[in-house]
Nanobody, 125 residues
Framework: QVQLVESGGGLVQTGGSLRLSCAAS????????MGWFRQAPGKEREFVGA????????RYADSVKGRFTISRDNAKNTVYLQMNSLKPEDTAVYYC??????????????????WGQGTQVTVSS
């Protein structure tokens, strides 16, 4: 099991940027495919993007492609979600999650076993 702690959320205006961090303890993050998900009030938790284990390969939801970037710092055992050109519809609680079993980048939240507590991102219009 890996413990995950997100940080970096906050309030930003439309068009602004934020960088979320997901720090891990207990295990080496490079051994996991790390996903970012988000959940807006009254909506299902949805896939944002992920970075494949032991790789720099990333995959993104169409809604964030070209605006969001996931990266990994193995020395800090941390994964980042850089969010640019933010829109009000990006407002949600953002979660990082670890998938230690899949051999591919899964968009299915059920494949991710370990989750952080979430961090709120609010984009004002």
């Amino acid at each position: 099991q890996v413990q995950l702690v997100e940080s970096g959320g906050g309030l930003v205006q439309t068009g602004g940027s934020l960088r979320l961090s997901c720090a891990a303890s207990g295990r080496t993050l490079s051994s996991y495919t790390m996903g970012w998900f988000r959940q807006a009030p009254g909506k299902e938790r949805e896939f944002v993007g992920a970075i494949l284990r032991s790789s720099s390969y990333t995959r993104y939801a169409d809604s964030v492609k070209g605006r969001f970037t996931i990266s990994r710092d193995n020395a800090k055992n941390t994964v980042y979600l850089q969010m640019n050109s933010l829109k009000p519809e990006d407002t949600a609680v953002y979660y990082c999650a670890a998938d230690g079993r899949s051999l591919y980048v899964s968009q299915n939240k059920d494949n991710y076993n370990d989750w952080g507590q979430g961090t709120q991102v609010t984009v004002s219009s």
